[in-house]
Nanobody
């Protein structure tokens, strides 16, 4: 299984970015993809999860309304649309995947991880 993130960039506060997560090598089409982020000096935190069997999603309350996860399962790609970005959204954003149907922000439940992608929001 391979996970590759892309789309990270530096933007001004109030701007938008869309991160992409390309997942390949899964034995089936049913899996969970999650976005996590880790800001400088802070622990990694869960952002949003999508399960591919029915498209169900969950987003952290602190980011709900600004961040939206979506998927193009035929392309094995999951997106994280981030709007109205704030300086405190500056972090390395990670995509993680599990072969289990999870709606979880517990890192240990995700077996596969991407390398991370830097998002910087300037004030």
């Amino acid at each position: 299984v391979q996970i590759v993130e892309s789309g990270g960039d530096s933007v001004q506060a109030g701007g938008s970015l869309r991160l992409s997560c390309a997942a390949s090598g899964f034995p089936s089409d049913d899996y969970a993809i999650a976005w996590f982020r880790q800001a400088p000096g802070k622990e990694r935190e869960g952002v949003s999860v999508l399960v591919t069997d029915d498209g169900e999603t969950v987003t952290s309350d602190s980011m709900k309304g600004r961040f939206t996860i979506s998927g193009d399962i035929a392309q094995n790609t999951v997106y994280l649309q981030m709007n109205n970005l704030r300086p405190e959204d500056t972090a390395v954003y990670y995509c993680a995947a599990s072969e289990e149907r999870l709606m979880s922000f517990k890192e240990y439940e995700y077996k596969y991880w991407g390398q991370g992608d830097q998002v910087t929001v300037e004030s």
